[in-house]
């Protein structure tokens, strides 16, 4: 797959990982917008929310368990989560993808 996303989960693409497991991904953001700013991304090529599927009703939800988990690595008391849906939703790398950003870094 000719992924930006799909290349950094096949590591062709350097990134500062910070959780991997079998399903999930979770690295720096290489343009932070917050002092943490975390993308959150499923290994599976979803091109965006719009492309969600009723068989990936379980990943998406694990997705946002994994977004509490790299949370509590961090010792987070509160964070923002978004998702950005489509170009005129602000979305650039089309393989789904949830923002977390928080203002303390450690
Ligand atoms: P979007 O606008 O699609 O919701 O968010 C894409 C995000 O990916 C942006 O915040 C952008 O800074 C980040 N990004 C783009 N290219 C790379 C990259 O090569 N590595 C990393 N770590 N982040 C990237
Ligand atoms: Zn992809």
Known sequence: MDCLFCKIVRK???ADIVLEDERFLVFHDIQPKAPLHL???PKKHIHSVDHVE???KELMGELILT???VARMHNLKG???QINVGREGGQVVDHIHLHLL????K
């Open 12 to 14: 062709e693409i350097p």
């Open 39 to 41: 993308l959150i991304i």
């Open 54 to 56: 009723i068989e990936d």
């Open 67 to 69: 977004s509490q988990k």
């Open 79 to 81: 964070y923002k989560l």
């Open 102 to 105: 928080a203002d303390i870094a």
